[in-house]
């Protein structure tokens, strides 16, 4: 449990160095422990035959509060008769008593000369090696072999220890930028302090950055981790929002002061990492020699990383830097150390240049470059990108506790436009619809300038979308943009969220609604840069947001407007005089069905539905489940009847089953045709296929009312086991629909949450005809089209229904 407390900033300023002498303490208590437990037990059990050592964080003397106490025994041979066992159990129990959480390790001297790849850990603990007690000889010999060792397998050590760096990145998708960092492991965290540490040690690093500033940064992320753990009382580095709040009170400011502690770890880290690849030789060095084989009259590359052919340009020559940024952008290449520390005592003489003449040319062709991002990212990393959008500043490190967003508000923005890069680069054939799209367009630079200013208004506390419209107008004014240009972005910038909100909220098979959002679009070629700044935006939010579902979900919305543009509406129910071609049977299925219908299902999937319609008259309820790639389609045809929604919903909820979508259907004759589309968290169906027989007895028998549904949820776990974060909503338009009135519902997602709602509804004698769901994070996103006798509700029974749905959300 997590206490509220003061501000970790002002309590490490008092005293900075006070967390070290902590750390310190609290590993010479524990060294005398050890000490006292090895000369009580082992010493009298192996005279002259065991040393003691400190390794890892306990040997760098930086014991934090639940931190594991790693102790390595070196031997001259491995302890193996049953009295040496004994006492090493003896040795460890009366640490483990004395509260000591003890990692221990046996090893003979053999062992810490060779690289174990199966256990690097145990090399990299040795770099930190520390003597307590025991044999002289074996220390001396320890010591002496040790050098020698570096020396030898030292590059090879440090090739692994990239490895690692490597793997550990990629869980953290190589950015410091998360909302809820794990202070030890993430990007700019305590391991990279570590990390500067151990190949220091293997190879002299000439600049790893101000050193002031890393050291600030390290009794930082000190203090902080100290606090973690005392506060959680276990060994807990995760920085999640919670901590966050009993941390400080601003957290959104303290969280930009802890990211920008991170980014000097993290560049620092990052030198010392191109440090060791560039040491190294092989075949790998030479290839990226070979690969890196580009110069200009202006700039060369080497190792992958650009260098100023030039010593002038030392001097801060702004119309230079800018090349450098085009440079970069055209032949994807980093800049390197030295290209960096120039930029940055030039960013005040680019500032004053770009503030002196219009350069909208000049950001025209650099957001046409195919490797913008890397332009983007080291314009970012040294302080240019200011120059030309000010407004930047407003959302460096900026936090946005939505518990939806993973990244910083910049790290995000910048992830949007990487994501474009992928996207052409990506031949997935999922995504070939939208590749084309951005093939097709010639606004490509319009949608990245739109896309690094979409957020530029959060934090302001007001609608971030029409702050930063106002941000963007006045910037792309001062830049040169042209009116036309102008209107586009901010066109997109106004209406970023369009589509997002089109795709989970509104019935794409709704004439009105997709005429009214093409009569807001306006153009196709507006249609198609939103879809692709949509795209992005969605993708950009966290690894795997812009799921199958919900990339299917955006085409069949940008399907939907598009028809707009091209095509005069039908009318909203299908019509006997236009199944002329049709049998009459068949006629008589489709008669009073909406014209959607027919839109969003296949000549096959009608003639299946017609099929289960006609075994209704003798079964009562036609059930039918498939599996269609991530997701399970149920569809039920049956005769209406009140509740029938929230039996099915229920039905599937006892099951644990998560509806994603679910489309209500009723012709003129009262028979009602129920579209689900279900995932299995659990993978019970496929784990158990006759569970599928046994979910459609299910359904049939809560649809024939032979079963309680509310009996079978009975059944389930308890959906919420704390307060919910969520605060439930609900919003009733009447006017988004010609046909309809909405209700918007956002609650915390639950299992039993729409069989819950579609009570309430049902309670009311009020007709779903239409259902959207959709879930972020743990955000249950739902919206319902209502009627009551064919007409919209009235304001009295809207209020009524607005009161119960939030009751059902809040059990």
């Known amino acids: 449990m997590i206490e509220p407390s003061r501000t970790l900033s002002d309590a490490a300023a008092e005293n900075q160095s006070a967390i070290l002498q902590a750390l310190e303490d609290r590993a010479a208590g524990a060294a005398a422990q050890a000490v006292r437990a090895f000369e009580n037990v082992l010493a009298p059990a192996f005279p002259d035959r065991l040393a003691l050592y400190a390794v890892g964080g306990f040997g760098r003397r930086e014991l934090f509060p639940h931190s594991d106490v790693d102790l390595m025994l070196l031997a001259d041979r491995i302890p193996d008769s049953p009295d040496e066992k004994a006492a090493l159990s003896e040795f460890q129990r009366q640490l483990w008593d004395g509260r000591l959480r003890i990692s221990l390790s046996v090893r003979l001297p053999a062992d810490c000369k060779m690289i174990h790849e ?139 002061e802890y990211f920008r502690h991170a980014r000097v770890i993290s560049r620092a880290a990052t030198r010392a990492v191109e440090a060791a690849e560039g040491s190294g030789g092989g075949l790998l060095a030479s290839f990226r020699d070979w690969r890196s084989r580009l110069a200009t009259s202006e700039f060369n590359v080497t190792r992958e990383r650009i260098l100023f052919r030039s010593a002038q340009s030392a ?35 680019i500032a004053e240049l770009v503030a002196s003449k219009p350069h909208w040319p000049y950001v025209r062709e650099l957001f046409g470059l195919p490797n913008l991002s890397l332009a ?28 939806y967003h993973r990244y910083t508000v910049d790290e995000h923005t910048l992830v949007t436009i990487e994501t474009l890069e992928e996207l052409a680069r990506n031949k997935d054939p999922q995504r070939e619809r939208f590749r084309a799209l951005l093939e097709e367009t010639d606004g490509l630079p319009l949608l990245r300038v739109a896309l690094l200013l979409h957020d530029a208004g959060k934090g302001s506390g007001e609608d971030h979308s029409i702050a930063s419209v106002r941000l963007a107008s006045s910037r792309l004014k001062a830049l040169g943009a042209s009116e036309q240009e102008r209107a586009t972005v901010l066109f997109l910038i106004q209406r970023h969220l369009e589509l997002s ?105 009608i003639q299946a539905h017609f099929h289960l319609a006609e075994a209704v008259p003798i079964i009562g309820a036609s059930i039918q489940i498939s599996r269609g790639g991530a997701a399970f389609h149920l569809c039920v045809v049956t005769q209406d009847r009140p509740y029938l929604l929230a039996a099915i919903a229920g039905a599937l909820a006892s099951f644990g089953l998560n509806i994603v979508k679910a489309d209500v259907f ?72 010609e046909t309809a009135t909405l209700v918007h519902v956002t609650a ?26 959709d879930t972020e994070a743990h955000r249950a996103l739902d919206v319902f089209h209502i009627t009551r006798t064919g007409h919209k509700l009235d304001d009295a029974t809207a209020g009524t229904l607005r009161d119960m749905l939030l009751e059902a959300c809040s059990v």
């Open 118 to 256: 199966g256990n690097l850990e145990f090399n990299i603990s040795l770099l930190d090696a520390r003597f307590l007690a025991g044999a002289a000889g074996l220390d001396k010999t320890f010591r002496a072999q040790t050098p020698r060792f570096l020396q030898i397998s030292g590059p090879d050590l440090a090739r692994h220890l990239l490895r690692l760096v490597r793997q550990r990145y990629a869980k953290f998708h190589d950015t410091i930028y998360h909302l809820e960092p794990d202070v030890k492991e993430s990007p700019g965290g305590i391991r990279d302090i570590h990390l500067v540490h151990w190949l220091s040690q293997l190879r002299p690093i000439e600049d790893l950055g101000d050193a002031a500033l890393l050291e600030a940064a390290r009794l930082f992320m000190f203090n902080l981790r100290n606090r973690l753990h005392e506060m959680s009382g276990r060994d807990n580095n995760l920085l999640n929002f919670d901590a966050q709040e009993a941390l400080s009170d601003n957290p959104e400011a303290w969280m930009r």
């Open 501 to 605: 909100s089109l795709m989970t909220s509104r019935d794409l098979s709704d004439p009105a609604v997709t005429r009214a959002a093409a009569d807001r679009i306006g153009t196709i070629e507006h249609l198609k840069l939103l879809t692709l700044l949509t795209y992005a935006d969605i993708s950009a939010v966290f690894p795997g947001a812009l799921t199958p579902w919900r990339m299917e979900q955006l085409w069949r919305a940008y399907r939907a407007v598009a028809d707009e543009f091209t095509r005069e509406l039908d009318s909203d129910r299908i019509r006997t005089e236009q199944l002329n071609e049709r049998t009459p049977a068949m006629a008589n299925f489709l008669d009073g069905l909406p014209t959607r219908y027919l839109r969003i299902h296949t000549e096959d999937e």
């Open 748 to 773: 915390e997602d639950a299992p039993g949450l729409l069989y819950r709602m579609a009570s309430a509804i049902s309670s009311l004698e009020l007709n779903i005809e239409v259902v959207l769901l």
């Open 376 to 403: 983007l990212r080291a314009m970012h990393e040294t302080g240019a990108l200011k120059a030309f959008f000010p407004e930047w500043e407003r959302i460096e490190c900026l936090v946005t506790r939505d518990f």
């Open 315 to 349: 001097v801060p020559d702004p119309a230079l830097k800018l090349k450098l940024f085009e440079f970069a952008g055209r032949h994807g290449f980093k800049l390197s150390r030295s290209a960096e520390l120039r930029v940055e005592r030039a960013v005040p003489a």
């Open 666 to 737: 009723g012709n003129r004759h009262g028979l009602i045709l129920d579209t689900f589309v279900f995932t299995d968290p659990l993978h019970n169906l496929d784990l158990n296929p006759s569970e599928l027989d046994r979910l459609k007895g299910v359904i049939e028998r809560a649809i024939s009312g032979k079963i309680d549904v509310q009996k079978l949820l009975q059944g389930r776990p308890a959906g919420r086991k704390r307060p919910s974060r969520v605060e439930p909503t609900v919003l009733v338009d009447n006017a988004a629909s």
